[in-house]
């Protein structure tokens, strides 16, 4: 794609990096096939190209963000699809990631998406602060069906609607602290993310990753200061927000490598990991973390992909359950990891089924389900219907949105990964209903 920027626009490192993913683009157009808005909406300005085209006109022609660019770059669902399917190499994801900061420092939205976004950005990252919101949410549930009706209030309908009937009890395993690997055999140290939002809905998967590592001999790192990855804020254009987040999880796992070694930096949310493995070009242009981070980012892996990498002893029981495998975007398109779940999963005994159409989108796309709720649950009824299709007796996925977005429609349990994995080597067995 030709481009047109001026020399002063491009001493911008920001503008200057984005301008080189534009020339990438050759217009071809294989990226709509695998877009889920696309393919929902048929608008092709709700396609990546369709989406380039507007920020490269925002950004050439150095103008503010309008209410059309906006309302198309907002129903990106950041799944990065396109990537995976574009020859050209085009980095989708570091492109509209400067385009939602640039419409963040440049746009003023209604009162309120302003109100919305704002509330997410204050409570979803924090533990504390969300556990005592689902608290609340109890109160306003009976109301969803008249917010849903108001077109101002459908993110709060959506939010009302998604929020768990039963919250877990805090997980004492979410404290900074070491878990000993058992047995004589060391196979190495690891720390683990705590994060925000899953420690919160199910601090069970931390939990039975934990419990697994420590009986394959490996030792387990909670940071002393970890947090959320930053992600959340991160897609919503809140790039001071977003660095705050990666330089103290830079901090407190630089203390870890410095204070015994570290082989990985182990992570149970897909969608977490994809940020993290970004550390080092999302602070690249800071002197003082660009190669902290850049180590980091080096040492994060999901659970799956660590597991992979380990000589497992045979499973203890092999269960010969059906499971439907649904790979999630963070995953597949966003971490290029899609063989090892699902080895994993065989090599522990169970029937893997793969559902039609499984590089599209289940909606859930971080806050995507909350400030979208009509594409996310198109979106999520479509993946369902496949999922069931296989006629396995339970989903399995890598990522806790994905999890509570597939568990808000479908009829089987899902669960994460690491727990049938678990329950495979001597674990207990996840709950099925």
Same mark, same amino acid.
């Given at each position: 794609?030709?481009?047109?920027?001026?020399?002063?626009?491009?001493?911008?490192?920001?503008?200057?990096?984005? +301008?080189?993913?534009?020339?990438?683009?050759?217009?071809?157009? %294989?990226?709509?096939?695998?877009?889920?808005?696309?393919?929902?909406?048929?608008?092709?300005?709700?396609?990546?190209?369709?989406?380039?085209?507007?920020?490269?006109?925002?950004?050439?022609?150095?103008?503010?963000?309008?209410?059309?660019?906006?309302?198309?770059?907002?129903?990106?669902?950041?799944?990065?699809?396109?990537?995976?399917?574009?020859?050209?190499?085009?980095?989708?994801?570091?492109?509209?990631?400067?385009?939602?900061?640039?419409?963040?420092?440049?746009?003023?939205?209604?009162?309120?998406?302003?109100?919305?976004?704002?509330?997410?950005? %204050?409570?979803?990252?924090?533990?504390?602060?969300?556990? @005592?919101?689902?608290?609340?949410?109890?109160?306003?549930?009976? %109301?969803?069906?008249? %917010?849903?009706?108001?077109?101002?209030?459908?993110?709060?309908?959506?939010?009302?609607?998604?929020?768990?009937?039963?919250?877990?009890?805090?997980?004492?395993?979410?404290?900074?602290?070491?878990?000993?690997?058992?047995?004589?055999?060391?196979?190495?140290?690891?720390?683990?993310?705590?994060?925000? @939002?899953?420690?919160?809905?199910?601090?069970?998967?931390?939990?039975?990753?934990?419990?697994?590592?420590?009986?394959?001999?490996?030792?387990?790192?909670?940071?002393?200061? +970890?947090?959320?990855?930053?992600?959340?804020?991160?897609?919503?254009?809140?790039?001071?927000?977003?660095?705050?987040?990666?330089?103290?999880?830079?901090? @407190?796992?630089?203390?870890?490598?410095?204070?015994?070694?570290?082989?990985?930096?182990?992570?149970?949310?897909?969608?977490?990991?994809?940020?993290?493995?970004?550390?080092?070009?999302? *602070?690249?242009?800071?002197?003082?973390?660009?190669?902290?981070?850049?180590?980091?980012?080096?040492?994060?892996?999901?659970?799956?992909?660590? *597991?992979?990498?380990?000589?497992?002893?045979?499973?203890?029981?092999?269960?010969?359950?059906?499971?439907?495998?649904?790979? @999630?975007?963070?995953?597949?398109?966003?971490?290029?990891?899609?063989?090892?779940?699902?080895?994993?999963?065989?090599?522990?005994?169970?029937?893997?089924?793969?559902?039609?159409?499984?590089?599209?989108?289940?909606?859930?796309?971080?806050?995507?389900?909350?400030?979208?709720? !009509?594409?996310?649950?198109?979106?999520?009824?479509?993946?369902?219907?496949?999922?069931?299709?296989?006629?396995? +007796?339970? #989903?399995?996925?890598?990522? #806790?949105?994905?999890?509570?977005?597939?568990?808000?429609?479908?009829?089987?349990?899902?669960?994460?990964?690491?727990? *049938?994995?678990?329950?495979?080597?001597? !674990?207990?067995?996840?709950?099925?209903?």
């Amino acid at each position: 794609m030709q481009t047109n920027f001026s020399a002063a626009q491009l001493a911008d490192p920001h503008v200057a990096e984005s +301008e080189k993913i534009l020339r990438k683009c050759v217009h071809c157009g %294989f990226c709509t096939a695998t877009c889920p808005t696309y393919v929902t909406l048929g608008n092709e300005l709700d396609s990546p190209r369709g989406r380039i085209y507007l920020i490269k006109d925002m950004l050439e022609n150095g103008r503010p963000a309008d209410k059309e660019i906006v309302t198309h770059i907002d129903r990106c669902l950041s799944c990065l699809a396109c990537m995976t399917t574009c020859p050209s190499g085009v980095n989708y994801m570091h492109l509209v990631d400067h385009a939602r900061v640039h419409i963040e420092e440049t746009y003023k939205r209604p009162l309120a998406d302003r109100l919305t976004r704002a509330m997410l950005a %204050f409570v979803l990252p924090y533990p504390s602060r969300f556990r @005592a919101a689902l608290k609340l949410a109890k109160l306003g549930q009976p %109301f969803a069906g008249l %917010f849903e009706k108001i077109s101002a209030l459908k993110p709060l309908a959506a939010m009302l609607k998604l929020a768990p009937t039963h919250i877990p009890a805090a997980s004492p395993m979410a404290s900074p602290g070491i878990h000993a690997g058992q047995g004589a055999k060391k196979n190495g140290r690891v720390a683990i993310l705590t994060g925000c @939002a899953q420690s919160v809905l199910d601090p069970g998967i931390n939990e039975t990753a934990i419990s697994l590592l420590t009986r394959l001999g490996v030792e387990v790192v909670v940071p002393q200061d +970890e947090g959320c990855c930053g992600a959340l804020v991160h897609h919503m254009g809140r790039e001071g927000a977003a660095l705050a987040s990666a330089r103290r999880n830079v901090d @407190a796992w630089t203390r870890a490598v410095e204070q015994g070694g570290l082989d990985a930096i182990v992570i149970t949310a897909s969608g977490c990991g994809t940020t993290i493995k970004d550390y080092g070009f999302m *602070l690249r242009l800071d002197p003082a973390y660009a190669d902290k981070a850049a180590r980091v980012s080096a040492l994060a892996r999901d659970i799956t992909e660590y *597991l992979a990498s380990l000589d497992l002893p045979e499973p203890v029981r092999k269960p010969g359950t059906i499971v439907a495998y649904h790979s @999630a975007c963070s995953m597949q398109h966003g971490q290029k990891i899609t063989r090892q779940p699902k080895e994993l999963l065989a090599r522990a005994g169970f029937v893997v089924r793969e559902p039609r159409e499984g590089h599209l989108c289940c909606g859930s796309a971080g806050t995507y389900n909350i400030l979208q709720p !009509g594409i996310s649950a198109t979106l999520r009824d479509r993946k369902v219907r496949n999922i069931e299709a296989t006629g396995a +007796e339970i #989903i399995a996925t890598g990522n #806790i949105g994905c999890i509570t977005q597939i568990a808000s429609a479908a009829k089987l349990p899902v669960v994460h990964t690491i727990k *049938l994995l678990d329950w495979a080597y001597g !674990g207990e067995p996840p709950r099925m209903s």
